[in-house]
């Protein structure tokens, strides 16, 4: 019976999809953080700022759904943002064992300081791509992430979690 499988080589992870996606990761991570050294914050805790900023009283299982981020993890990101006196937490009037996030004003500053440094290295991770390129990876990625949502070990519910907050009066 002939082997019809492909030879085990480093050319053969190089190009894997996985591989590179991870690679990209690698490179996004270090770019935001050369670019937003001076703000002490990592992707995902500026990403759970603004979600804190947009949805004031949020609490941390729905602010997970909204950033597609492991719960058990976000309780360490939600404790360094409380350390750093960036989001304070606050008891639901309807549940006290329930916490609520919310900025403070040191949050609020942050957030508006560090805009232009991620912006910044938004636009160095596409840079090396012309703007065709650009526009068109955006779109595939979009495209990918959304049709493969179900498949993550934290898909996105952003829009479950938005709609039940705003049926808590929040």
């Given at each position: 019976m002939p082997n019809n499988s492909k030879p085990i080589?480093?050319?053969?992870?190089?190009?894997?999809?996985?591989?590179?996606?991870?690679?990209?990761?690698?490179?996004a991570v270090a770019l935001f953080v050369e670019e937003c050294?001076?703000?002490?914050?990592?992707?995902?805790q500026y990403a759970a700022l603004i979600a804190i900023h947009t949805h004031?009283?949020?609490?941390?299982?729905?602010?997970s759904a909204v950033i597609a981020f492991d719960r058990s993890t976000l309780g360490?990101?939600?404790?360094?943002?409380?350390?750093?006196k960036l989001i304070e937490r606050k008891p639901?009037?309807?549940d006290k064992?329930?916490?609520?996030?919310?900025?403070?004003?040191?949050?609020?500053?942050?957030?508006?300081?560090?805009?232009?440094?991620?912006?910044?290295a938004q636009v160095r991770m596409l840079q090396p791509l012309?703007?065709?390129?650009r526009k068109a990876l955006m779109a595939l990625l979009s495209q990918l992430v959304d049709l493969n949502n179900e498949a993550s070990r934290v898909p996105l519910r952003a829009e479950d979690a938005l709609e039940h907050l705003g049926k808590s009066g929040l």
């Open positions: 080589t480093m050319d053969a992870v190089y190009t894997a999809p996985g591989y590179l996606f991870r690679r990209m990761q690698q490179i050294r001076a703000f002490d914050l990592t992707p995902v004031p009283g949020i609490d941390a299982t729905r602010l360490n990101v939600i404790e360094r943002l409380e350390a750093k639901s009037p309807g064992r329930v916490k609520l996030l919310y900025l403070t004003k040191a949050g609020a500053a942050i957030l508006r300081d560090i805009a232009p440094s991620v912006d910044r012309k703007a065709g390129d």
